[in-house]
């Protein structure tokens, strides 16, 4: 099945330096596909290159049949839906318009009522009418990820939607986000805590110093080597409850 996001081999440079040098993955229909990788790794870096934002030196960035590029905003704004890792909004609107900016292409009445069932869907249907400045940061954080719950596409993009969350939230997201991509959607997620990859995750792709290093099934693609190599964890996977759990220490101080 084709993707509805692939990057490949994919080169960046920031600030005159070179950030990406083969970043690779494709996210398809169904399926949820975490991007681990320490900080620093150049997830946020590749995710931007995927969605056209960032221009790549090398190799191809594509949303469906078109190059991410040669997309107007518009266009790829209809193709996923993205939450960055950047929290931040300047209005102190009410959740509920922040959210509704999620449906551009609804009006009054129906886009208020998909922004209040995503804030439903997310935990903070009881701030619907509260300004986003005057939340805690995870509150923000839930009315920032229902904003992209909202949009109609049919790829989702989310940053570190988990960051600063409490446990029983981010399951939930993590919830949400898996019933999007059983649903028939892709959903494209990077995520620090690998467990909860395990857990969430059809396939996990690992990025080291702007690399793919690993791709699949996550328990394979986080096999103890690359824990060892790319993570710097003493670690192996035991089989909990709810499928597998990381169990790990530090190999050895950084530096
Ligand atoms: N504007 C910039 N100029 C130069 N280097 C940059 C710039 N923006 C980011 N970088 C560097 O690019 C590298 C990759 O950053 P990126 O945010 O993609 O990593 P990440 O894997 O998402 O990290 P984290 O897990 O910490 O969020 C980092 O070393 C960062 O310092």
């Known amino acids: 099945m084709s993707g509805l996001l692939e990057l490949e081999n994919a080169h ?5 330096v070179e950030i990406l040098k083969g970043a690779s993955f494709v996210v398809r229909p169904g399926e949820v596909v975490a991007l681990c990788g320490p900080n620093g790794a150049g997830k946020s870096t590749a995710v931007r290159a995927a969605l056209g934002l960032t221009p790549l030196t090398q190799g191809t960035a594509r949303l469906g049949d078109h190059e991410a590029r040669r997309l107007s905003e518009r266009q790829r704004g209809e193709r996923a839906a993205y939450l960055p890792q ?7 609107l009410p959740a509920v318009e922040v959210a509704a900016l999620g449906a551009p292409f609804l009006t009054g009445e129906a886009a208020l009522e998909r922004a209040r069932a995503a804030l439903d869907e997310v935990g903070v249907g009881h701030l619907v009418d509260r ?9 923000r954080a839930r009315v920032l990820l229902a904003r992209a719950l909202t949009v109609p596409a049919p790829l989702l993009v989310a940053d570190e939607p988990i960051a600063g969350l409490d446990p029983d939230a981010q399951l939930l997201v993590l919830e949400r986000l898996r019933a999007r991509a059983d649903a028939g959607r892709g959903v494209l997620v990077s995520l620090h805590d690998l467990s909860l990859a395990a857990r969430f995750a059809d396939r996990v792709v690992v990025l080291d110093q702007g690399r793919t290093t690993a791709e699949g099934a996550p328990t394979e693609a986080l096999s103890p ?3 060892k ?13 709810d499928g597998p759990w990381l169990a790990a220490r530090r190999l050895s101080p950084h530096g």
């Open 12 to 16: 960046a440079r920031l600030g005159g």
């Open 86 to 92: 950047d929290r931040s909004i300047a209005w102190n």
């Open 131 to 139: 300004g986003v400045a005057d939340m805690s940061g995870g509150e």
């Open 225 to 227: 080597s690359i824990l």
């Open 229 to 241: 190599t790319v993570f710097n964890l003493d670690a192996v996977w035991l089989e909990a409850l």
